[in-house]
């Protein structure tokens, strides 16, 4: 053969091989231990106190971001100076 030549490998996986491919035994163990865990609920794991920012902990807070510019800081640091925050104009 030459050394040009090209060459396609085909590896045909039957079922068996193809689940232990993606699963092995550990992975079962830990995604059944999961299903059997009990779901708690916001209340049940934020402190009462907290409660009332259960907005900032929602999934729909996470989907967007806010509007750009938005409680964006930025510090300044200079040797032998406090640190000091000015607003972004971004």
Known sequence: M???EEHIL???I???EKEAAV???SQNL???AEKKKLK???EDIVPKAYHHFRSVFAKESFDELPPRGHGITQLSLNLGHS???ERSTI
């Open 2 to 4: 030459e050394d040009d």
């Open 10 to 12: 085909c590896v045909m």
């Open 14 to 16: 039957r079922k068996p």
């Open 23 to 25: 699963h092995n035994i």
């Open 30 to 32: 830990a995604i059944e």
């Open 40 to 42: 708690h609920s916001f």
């Open 83 to 85: 640190p000091t925050q």
